[in-house]
């Protein structure tokens, strides 16, 4: 006899066994013919049974979540990511024996009843209440898709999954209609295609044809009849007949379709027989999803192509929708990834430092007039190993990377030198710049409280030898620390602020930066992203876009989706890009960075190195290809880069030309081996006149033309040393012609652009 609850009253399944079996012998429920209202009986109970005829009457059915493929800009693989893994196909696609075995043992009438099965319903009834529970269902197959697909509309919202799942009397009432609506509509052949793509098989494979990749490592049509039953087993209770983690279990479950599959002859009891005698053989493929799954190094830049879409409101107005879009998959996402830039960062990084070194370095290739991000590697990979992490060196907090960013040292001063040049100053103009001073002050701000040295903090130059006064080439060649502080402080901090604005350069934390002279000095933490685009807008003639990863996007039915272009507008005149140009020009031919130089073409750099060498950057370009290179500490505990190895290589003190610079150049030179090499447009640079400004006097550089620092501690065999007969004013004997997106055409719109990169991933200027 069935048991009752205390108090008598039957349990919530008996009462809905108790319904479902007095609609059957009432004729309530037959197989296609509508059930009148539920309040009828009694049972309207708001939020929990509706009046049947109350409910909608369509069902709408959501796409179904897919794995996304992301290639580079050739159409290569780089990753496949998916919130469900799930392949659909066409029931075409699907081996024979599985849509037997699912039939058989989930519905072995569904090709005899219509939406209801009538006799499944008593029989049900009827044993239920000899257990007393709930002991056999009575869904059938229309049913389970139903609840299937209020179960994928639920996505990864735990308590619509619960609500979707949940086993009431309103849920399976609504869940009655809708089948009838789907019987109609789809008929049988495609409501057993949309079930065996819609349902989970465990082992986080969705739908069949992700099922049999997963446990055989073949696709659904090759699928036996041993390995059908086996799947078909799989779907009462994935994690109880898991064949990975149980095969015991999975084999009787197996052998229980088989059986029924003899019952029911689909196949004969001989044939069931010797299927029951295999042992169950897998070949599996573990789940592969997301970032970690990318070729080719890519992983991190996979990562900031994810974060791309999560955080542009192209893909829906909030983070929500874009999620659900992104979660959703089908998508193929074609990316601005070279596929020949990336190899050679990845090639550069490995040959300079190792996974397992105290220090990391992160290398980020963009293209000027486009904003195309060609490449983006670092040394410790994406992953959660040992010596492995899922922090992005190279972009932004917001965007997946470190909370501050780094510290850039004098790849600032470029800046600093730019918004002087817009405001009037001379590019001849020198300053006093002794080896130590006091920051001057007062400095004018963009407020109207000017910043005060309250402290008397003083700044000095990295050499004893540097000692003014010096003229703005020598200067930057040299990296000058208190000529800067001179400059910014004579012209104010808010033209600095405004040009840095201009050029996208923001710590990576997303605060303001803040007006103090020190900025000159790179005090703040940016990422290389930041860093490598602010300088392609010099190699573009003064003409900055965003930074793009996007070329193309479509979804599974292969309808195109809008994608964010690069903005580009001039942030400064074309004469004081020229100029910059020319000055870190210098810096490559005789000043810090020699060790980055380029011998088949031109290139223009700065070096950076922050106090207690925690970070050293190079940041350089050609007129059709910039970037960033910051090696430093990527944890929470800094490392002074002094009598350190890295990569093997023992350095005595770790300088920006040092270890960047060569680091920068084996990529670059890999990334634009046999592509055009473009020359830059050069202006010439008066002699420094008499000093002026702030500072103190003092004695003239005894050596003007040796650099200040030296260009690699401790001998390094290394890819180095000075260009061939590169000088300030250009390249001697190289190749001649207009900068790609604008350095002698694209920006004034007075030429046409050459494209050196193969499949469309360099263009002309959008200006």
């Not at 001989?270 to 493929?285: F, G, I, R, S, W």
Request: aromatic letters at 6%; one cysteine or more.
């Amino acid at each position: 006899m069935g048991k009752k609850r205390s108090g008598a009253g039957l349990t919530g399944p008996q009462q809905a066994a108790k319904f479902l079996g007095v609609s059957v012998l009432s004729g309530v429920v037959l197989a296609g013919i509508a059930i009148p209202g539920a309040g009828a009986l009694g049972l309207a109970a708001k939020g929990t049974v509706e009046g049947f005829d109350e409910i909608p009457a369509n069902l709408k059915t959501p796409p179904l979540s897919q794995r996304t493929t992301i290639l580079d800009a050739e159409g290569g693989l780089i990753a496949t990511v998916y919130s469900r893994d799930r392949q659909v196909v066409p029931l075409t696609a699907i081996s024979p024996y599985m849509q037997k075995a699912i039939v058989a043992i989930e519905d072995s009438r569904f090709y005899e009843h219509g939406a209801i099965d009538a006799k499944g319903i008593l029989r049900a009834v009827n044993r239920n209440a000899q257990e007393g529970g709930a002991a056999q269902g009575a869904s059938t197959l229309t049913q389970q898709y139903v609840k299937n697909v209020f179960v994928e509309e639920a996505g990864d919202d735990e308590t619509k999954v619960r609500e979707a799942q949940e086993k009431s009397l309103g849920r399976k009432i609504r869940e009655l209609k809708y089948s009838i609506q789907v019987e109609e509509e789809l008929g049988k052949k495609k409501i057993l295609e949309n079930y065996l793509n819609i349902t989970y098989f465990g082992q986080q494979a969705y739908g069949i044809e992700s099922a049999a990749q997963r446990y055989f490592s073949k696709p659904a049509k090759d699928l036996t009849l041993d390995e059908s039953a086996l799947l078909a087993g799989v779907v009462q209770s994935p994690s109880r007949f898991d064949p990975v983690n149980d095969a015991q279990e999975a084999m009787k479950r197996r052998n229980v379709v088989l059986q029924r599959m003899a019952d029911m002859k689909d196949v004969s009891q001989t044939e069931a027989d010797e299927a029951k005698k295999k042992p169950v053989t897998l070949k599996v493929t573990r789940p592969k999803n997301g970032c970690i799954t990318a070729v080719k190094g890519a992983g991190f830049f996979c990562d900031y192509v994810r974060n791309t879409f999560l955080t542009d409101p192209v893909f829906g107005k909030t983070r929500e929708e874009r999620a659900k879009l992104w979660n959703q998959g089908g998508l193929t996402v074609r990316t601005t990834l070279d596929p020949q830039s990336q190899e050679s960062v990845n090639e550069s990084i490995k040959d300079h430092v190792n996974q397992d070194d105290k220090v990391a370095t992160a290398v980020t290739l963009v293209q000027p007039g486009t904003g195309r991000v060609l490449a983006m590697g670092q040394s410790k990979p994406y992953g959660f190993g040992k010596n492995e992490t899922q922090i992005n060196f190279s972009v932004d907090k917001r965007m997946g990377g470190s909370n501050f960013g780094f510290p850039t040292g004098s790849t600032f001063k470029p800046f600093v030198a730019a918004a002087a040049l817009e405001k009037g100053v001379s590019a001849g103009k020198t300053y006093p710049s002794p080896h130590d001073m006091e920051y001057p002050s007062p400095v004018e701000t963009c407020g109207d409280k000017p910043w005060v040295n309250t402290s008397h903090d003083r700044v000095e130059n990295e050499s004893e030898s540097e000692r003014g006064p010096y003229g703005m080439q020598d200067a930057m060649a040299k990296s000058v620390n208190t000529y800067f502080v001179e400059m910014i402080s004579e012209n104010g901090l808010c033209p600095v602020t405004e040009m840095t604005t201009k050029l996208g350069v923001i710590p990576a934390d997303g605060t303001k930066l803040p007006e103090v002279p020190a900025i000159a000095l790179g005090t703040e933490g940016m990422s290389p992203l930041t860093m490598a685009n602010a300088y392609a807008t010099f190699a573009n003639r003064g003409v900055y876009c965003t930074p793009v990863a996007l070329e193309s996007i479509t979804d599974a039915h292969g309808k195109a989706l809008a994608v964010p272009k690069s903005q580009c507008d001039r942030v400064m005149s074309e004469k004081t890009a020229d100029t910059v140009n020319t000055l870190l020009l210098g810096v490559i031919d005789s000043g810090t960075g020699t060790a980055a130089g380029l011998t088949d073409r031109q290139n223009a750099g700065k070096t950076g190195t922050t106090d207690s060498r925690y970070n050293a950057w190079f940041v350089g370009y050609t007129p059709n290809m910039a970037g960033a290179t910051w090696v430093g500490s990527g944890g929470a505990k800094q490392v002074s880069m002094e009598n350190i190895t890295i990569g093997g290589q023992y350095y005595d003190k770790v300088y920006g030309g040092g270890l960047p610079g060569p680091i920068w150049k084996q990529a670059v030179s890999g990334a634009l081996s046999g592509r055009e090499a473009p020359s830059f447009t050069t202006v010439g640079i008066p002699e420094g006149g008499a000093p002026t400004g702030g500072g103190r006097p003092s004695t003239p550089n005894p050596s003007p033309n040796k650099p200040g620092k030296p260009g690699k501690p401790g001998g390094d065999g290394k890819p180095g040393g000075r260009p061939g007969g590169q000088t300030a004013a250009g390249a001697t004997g190289g190749p001649t012609g207009g900068a790609i997106g604008g350095a002698t055409g694209g920006a004034t719109g007075g030429g046409t652009p050459t494209d050196p990169f193969p499949g469309g991933v360099l263009g002309g200027l959008e200006d």
